[in-house]
């Protein structure tokens, strides 16, 4: 029987209440009295010479407050990049100067020129139509392998090229890599391009700045995904504001995607402007202005070689990719190529020997970083595809061949720096299966044959790494930061719960979930039990809420304070019961002595905690309160296998996904209906990735994805019903929940099967297609047929 | 948005008087308008919205059988109050946008706009519709005169549009990705005197009568007798969602599924 609460139950999501009700309170809900607005002028040339700005008719028009330029944040840092990559020559990556407004150059569309604070959001809209730029144009730097060319336009010109880093992994194994190549009986190649996205959360970014003069404190209300990552960079590193004066916000937040991590410029001028003018500053995005000012994901040019031996046993793995940084580094933008990616290619197979090469380059962009996957995608994306090319290659099937190399003992230490602690790809495969109904799908593919249809069928699996990560391994690969986490368990007189997590809930239904974890330990009802999140002058600290690391990281220590709360409320109990502590015990909320009928009630224990009467003092502290920071031993490495199965109308070239089955393995599960939704939300990204979503430039560094026009965000009737399925469960051996993280999954996992579906069935209809690019549109897979 | 005036007449001779003003523009359903206004690619001094004139809402046959659709009337009235009469007009606005735009969007914003995309200009001109304005009647043939450009003067409202019923109708849409206007759109009308096919999302020239096609099925109503029939890709709209050639080659599947399908 299906638990009706605890770990393992599926309570509906207690937030979507609000949600659903249009109750809930978003940053843009957010209005302070004397409060004024900021319009960002904002560059519609990709690259230029900032020769002057003339703000003077525009300052004298109605209700104008001031009005900022680069000149304004000259003596304030940059925005930081929260990871130094050290290159295949040990040399540390170059990091220009990410300024809060533009100084002198232009260096992406929709880069902040200046900045209009006014009475009224329209009043500062029409005085920045009267700002006066002289730019002088420079050609835009957009192709990445032409910005890496000797003589290309600098993006920066102080920096010596276009490349950030030139990154070889595991360096050590260049050699080896290309002499196994050299020797292999079979190499399978692909070059392919994972495709930039923009993340489109449903809430656009907001900031509201606000400073009080009578204490010196600034308070940032923002849209983000980790308010204490928000404090710490802008803090420390842009405005040089110490944390106890400096207040982060985040309350309910639309969704995030990744693309609510990072700090932006618009935070730190909204915080800034707000003592300047010493008024309240508010900034809500525009949709127009997200996609030009949000940081976008994934766009990586890349080539993979796969060696086997005649036996068909992977033998070495080789890639080249060209990573797109944009203008400047965003907050992890230089990890998500690197450590986020290369880490990952050794997927779910024993290949011994493997090089990853990325040059992350610089162009006239908007800045790239991560989003939902990061890394993770961009890896599996081409290691799938590359088997499926080798399977047609080779004649053996798709499914047999990833079987074959399965990593089947664990711990595996990869050859790329990672260990995996448990895992069971053959569980998952024969699972998706079943659920996949594989043996049915000749009989499919005939009656898709009787429509006119070509059918196919595409399988992939997947790895992640996530929970991240020991801090002294982040450290000694680049982190500027720590990547624990932490949380505090405030039990209340009358034995109610307020749990102040550092985990951000935007979309992951934590306030439903974490509850869950705290019933199960002490035995009282969910509802008796809160989580608060989003405010850093709330909970202790917490490095926030991205790469499937909440439940991992941040219930962890959730776990911990919580073990800490029992153990004194224990002793509490001890002292009531006038028993030993080692022999209390609890369950179902009762503190009981062994083997005797006497116990008392957990209501019970917290009140004398509070109202110490009958308490031993002399022992214990009153109170029930406790913290816990916790730092993982290790990543946690979610794995599993999904089926897609496509049809293709041969006229048109229009795709159809007519299944989709997701096998994971996501160690113990609290809620399964979240992490269903959880799985569901992402193949939905997943699927809008492979089939509709392009963010493209032309060759002036003008988006011309820049509106929903024109950018196809996948819609309900884009996607089957899914068979999600997440019962086979080889828990994580390190962390105390057995929880690997579910977050990613459904966006890591499904690109590659709707690719190499859509290829099937192409070659089912006796085309010779063997890739496609994504977004696989109608034009893009008819062109492919025709040209085949 | 930039400030503006706004009035709401109850009559066509209001309105016209309305829009006489210097920089007046005639506001239908906004779902064009107001988001242009929004991106202050606009600068009217006053809207005259044309929702509250009676005279210009709804559907009714006229003594020729004409289907006759008021100029303000939204994309969903004509999806419900067409049924009976039009069913391939009918079908043709039920799939525009989503319904929050068929619920405010109008038949004479549609017309007026002439977006390249738009599904209406299709069907006006398949139907060799009439549009019929506060001072003229113009026959849809000398209407669209290109993307986005019209017959209409400046100031002159679209009152009423006349469709003649066809014996059977199709319109094909072929959804651009992302906007889901159309991709290409191709619309098949057979009358007794001949047959209709006008295509609209193609190309650069908006909406166009494909001759060919419509003599072709004019001697024989079937999908077969497109057979080597095409339309020259070049002048064909190319942009991230298809080339001109694969606009061509879909205005070719559209015409004869629409054929195909046509009741
Ligand atoms: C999300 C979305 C999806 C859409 N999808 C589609 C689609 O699939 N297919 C499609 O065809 N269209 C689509 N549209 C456009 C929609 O049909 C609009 O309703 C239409 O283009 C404009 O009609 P309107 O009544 O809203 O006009 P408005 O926006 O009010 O006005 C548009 C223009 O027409 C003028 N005007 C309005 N009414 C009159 C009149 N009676 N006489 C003279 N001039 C007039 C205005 O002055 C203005 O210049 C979509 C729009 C949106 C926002």
Known sequence: MPKDSGIGASPKRREDLRFLTGAGKYTDDINIHGQTYVHFLRADVAHATINSIDTSAAAAMPGVVHIFTGADFEAVGGIPCGWQVTDRFGEPMQEPKHPVIAHGTIRHVGEIVAAVVGETLEQARDAAEAIVLDLTEKPAVIDMKAAAADGSTKVHDDLTSNICYDWGFVEENRDAVDQAIKDAAHVTTLELVNNRLVANPMEPRVAVGEYSRSDDMHTLHTTSQNPHVIRLLMGAFVLGIPEHKLRVVAPDVGGGFGTKIFHYAEEAFCTFAAKAVNRPVKWTSTRSEAFMSDAHGRDHVTKIELAMDADNNFTALRTETYANMGAYLSTFASSVPTWLHGTLMAGNYKTPLIYVNVKAMFTNTVPVDAYRGAGRPEATFQLERVIDKAARERGVDPIALRRQNFVTEFPYATPVAVEYDTGDYEATMAKLEEIADIGGFAARRTESEKNGKLRGLGVNCYIEACGIAPSNLVGQLGARAGLYDAATVRVNATGSISVMVGAHSHGQGHETSFPQVISEMIGIPEDQIDIVHGDTSKIPFGMGTYGSRSLAVCGSAMVRAAEKVINKAKKIAAHLLEASDADIELKDGQFSVAGTDKSVAWGDVTLAAYVPHNYPLEDIEPGLEETAFYDPANFTYPAGAYACEVEVDPDTGKVTIERFSAADDFGNVINPMIVSGQVHGGIAQGVGQALLENCAYDEDGQLISASYMDYAMPRADDLPFYTVDHSCQTPCTHNPLGVKGCGEAGAIGSPPSVVNAVVDALQSGGKNVTHIDMPLTPSRVWDAMNNA | ?263
């Open chain 2, 1 to 263: 948005m930039y400030a503006f005036d706004i009035e709401r007449p109850s009559t066509i001779a209001d309105a016209v008087t309305a829009l006489q003003g210097e920089d007046a523009q005639a506001l239908g359903g906004g779902q064009t308008l107001i988001p242009t206004l929004k991106q202050r690619l606009a600068a009217p001094s006053k809207l005259v919205s044309l929702s509250g004139i009676g005279e210009m809402q709804g559907v009714c046959v006229g003594d020729d059988g004409a289907v006759c659709i008021g100029g303000a009337t939204t994309h969903a009235t004509v999806s419900r109050e067409a049924a009976a009469h039009y069913p391939g007009l009918a079908a043709l606005a039920s799939h525009i946008g989503d319904p929050a735009v068929r619920n405010r969007g109008t038949i004479g914003g549609s017309l007026a706009n002439n977006d390249p995309a738009a599904c209406y200009p299709a069907a006006a001109l398949a139907s060799g519709a009439t549009i019929v304005t506060n001072n003229r009647e113009i026959a849809a043939d000398d209407y669209f005169q290109g993307m986005f450009a019209t017959a209409l003067d400046e100031g002159e409202v679209i009152t009423e549009v006349r469709f003649p019923v066809p014996q059977a109708a199709n319109y094909q849409k072929f959804l651009q990705p992302a906007s889901r206007f159309a991709l290409v759109g191709v619309f098949v009308a057979k009358y007794a005197d001949g047959v209709r096919v006008a295509v609209t999302g193609a190309s650069e020239n908006g909406v166009f009568r494909w001759a060919e096609a419509e003599a072709a099925f004019s001697a024989d109503f079937s999908a077969s007798a497109l057979d080597g029939l095409t339309v020259d890709a070049d002048g064909m709209i190319a942009d991230l969602h298809g080339s001109g050639a694969y606009r061509a080659h879909l205005v070719s599947v559209n015409t004869k599924r629409a054929v195909e399908a046509a009741s």
